[in-house]
Nanobody
Framework: QVTLVESGGGLVQPGGSLRLSCVASGNIDPYYIVAWYRQSPGEEREFVAHIGSGGTTSYADSVQGRFTISRSNPNSWTLQMDALRREDAAVYYC??????????????WGPGTRVTVSS
């Protein structure tokens, strides 16, 4: 009973910026981890960043220093992407994992939003 919707994808030039949003609705547990993943054609899904309900964050080495994950509203999270590179182009997915009993370990995914980096 949790729905995630991503938004903010689109076309951006190399070196540009883009901000993605993930909005959750339904029965959101108090303890959770929200993460962004991305997937390019022919590639495996790749971890990008995550934020815990306590505010702790973590980033993949490939985006460290360029991307920032944050909580913008009680059930909304933002991925700010700066200094974008062509290799950042992918479909970006939002994931919420419950860390609250009894749904601990349950995952919900959004449908994804496409980011294109091209001149």
């Amino acid at each position: 009973q949790v729905t995630l919707v991503e938004s903010g994808g689109g076309l951006v030039q190399p070196g540009g910026s883009l901000r993605l949003s993930c909005v959750a609705s339904g029965n959101i547990d108090p303890y959770y981890i929200v993460a962004w993943y991305r997937q390019s054609p022919g590639e495996e899904r790749e971890f990008v960043a995550h934020i815990g309900s306590g505010g702790t964050t973590s980033y993949a080495d490939s985006v460290q220093g360029r991307f920032t994950i944050s909580r913008s509203n009680p059930n909304s999270w933002t991925l700010q992407m700066d200094a974008l590179r062509r290799e950042d182009a992918a479909v970006y997915y939002c994931n919420l994992e419950s860390r609250t009993i009894p749904r601990y370990g349950t995952n919900w995914w959004g449908p994804g939003t496409r980011v294109t980096v091209s001149s």
